[in-house]
């Protein structure tokens, strides 16, 4: 969530929510962390212990690289806020030394680096457990969540199999982190692992594959992923329609496909468009300003609404 709203912060600039709500979120949540986290005195860090990250089906773990990653991005916001922010709340942490204590947070919270082998630890325990021999029968399998009928939760957690996307996700939200290849191999190991069993996971997967330039398997993951609502595959969507996986649609032809990624002064593309696309058109807001985009293999022309000329080229 507290990644989401930087997120909108940049592309905004909106002070106002950030003055009446942006910042209170990030500080409070911040200070949720802080209290979440455990030291671990014999190794000198921060942990953060028995938590489920984002797949459900790796329950009870410690350090989990995703949360403990998000939590740390989490925190520096505050410690932004703090630095930078004139307002009640603001005031009253840095009176109480939240400042230097988010600092320290961060200076000592362990964040997993990729092994040897450039994989990302999903948890401390994840990587050592054992494999799935017969896998492709529940990727394959005509029913959700197959695998409940012939495990026990408790032997599901003790195997390297996924319901959907967990340090994926992390290699998403923050690319910068890691090089090219470190991503490669991440995405390639634990998609092999994943049932896909959750209605969130294809559409992580489609943007992910696209972002490494495996464009089949990411055109492949986007098409079952349009299906969940409109196929048979998932056959609960009378109740309702799967409404995070359509977002989740919409990030992967926006983040995946055109490559859509902004640091706050501007909005850059890296476009991985599928071989039978010719382009990608849509509007988005920057700043209180509407501007529309034809994203291409070769860059995108992006122009505004009130502009006359043919637009700039990025």
Same mark, same amino acid.
């Given at each position: 969530i507290i990644y989401g709203l930087i997120s909108y912060y940049r592309a905004t600039g909106d002070r106002n929510f950030m003055d009446q709500y942006g910042c209170r979120m990030i500080l409070e949540t911040a200070v949720f962390w802080y209290s979440r986290a455990v030291w671990n005195g014999d190794k000198r860090r921060f942990e953060i212990r028995d938590v489920i990250g984002p797949d459900e089906y790796t329950e009870h773990v410690d350090n989990n690289a995703y949360t403990n990653y998000m939590a740390f991005e989490n925190v520096k916001?505050?410690?932004?806020?703090?630095?930078?922010?004139?307002?009640?709340?603001? *005031? =009253?942490?840095?009176?109480?030394?939240? =400042?230097?204590?988010? *600092?320290?947070?961060?200076?000592?919270?362990?964040?997993?680096?990729?092994?040897?082998?450039?994989?990302?630890?999903? *948890?401390?325990?994840?990587? =050592?457990?054992?494999?799935?021999?017969?896998?492709?029968?529940?990727?394959?399998?005509?029913?959700?969540?197959?695998?409940?009928?012939?495990? =026990?939760?408790?032997?599901?957690?003790?195997?390297?199999?996924?319901?959907?996307?967990?340090?994926?996700?992390?290699?998403?939200?923050?690319?910068?982190?890691?090089?090219?290849?470190?991503?490669?191999?991440?995405v390639e190991y634990y998609e092999a692992l994943n049932t896909h069993d959750s209605s969130l996971s294809l559409c992580a997967h489609?943007?992910?594959?696209?972002?490494?330039?495996?464009?089949?398997?990411?055109?492949?993951?986007f098409h079952q992923a349009m299906e969940i609502d409109l196929g048979m595959s998932y056959k609960d969507s009378a109740e309702g329609i799967h409404a995070a996986s359509l977002g989740g649609i919409v990030n992967c032809i926006l983040r995946g496909f055109a490559g859509i990624k902004t640091d706050g002064n501007m909005f850059r593309f890296t476009p991985h468009l599928p071989d039978h696309w010719q382009s990608i058109r849509f509007s988005f807001m920057d700043h209180g300003r509407k501007k529309t985009a034809v994203v291409t293999s070769e860059g995108a022309a992006v122009t505004a609404e009130e502009d006359d000329d043919t637009g700039v080229y990025i």
């Open positions: 916001a505050a410690g932004q806020v703090l630095a930078s922010w004139d307002n009640p709340l603001a *005031d =009253s942490c840095r009176k109480e030394g939240w =400042s230097e204590r988010f *600092d320290h947070f961060l200076r000592h919270l362990y964040l997993p680096e990729p092994n040897e082998e450039k994989l990302i630890p999903q *948890d401390d325990t994840f990587l =050592s457990k054992k494999k799935l021999s017969n896998i492709e029968k529940y990727r394959n399998a005509d029913v959700r969540q197959l695998i409940l009928k012939d495990y =026990s939760r408790n032997q599901v957690v003790d195997m390297q199999v996924l319901k959907q996307a967990d340090v994926v996700m992390l290699l998403e939200l923050l690319p910068e982190r890691f090089d090219a290849e470190t991503v490669k191999k991440n489609a943007e992910a594959e696209a972002v490494i330039g495996e464009m089949d398997k990411a055109v492949g993951f």
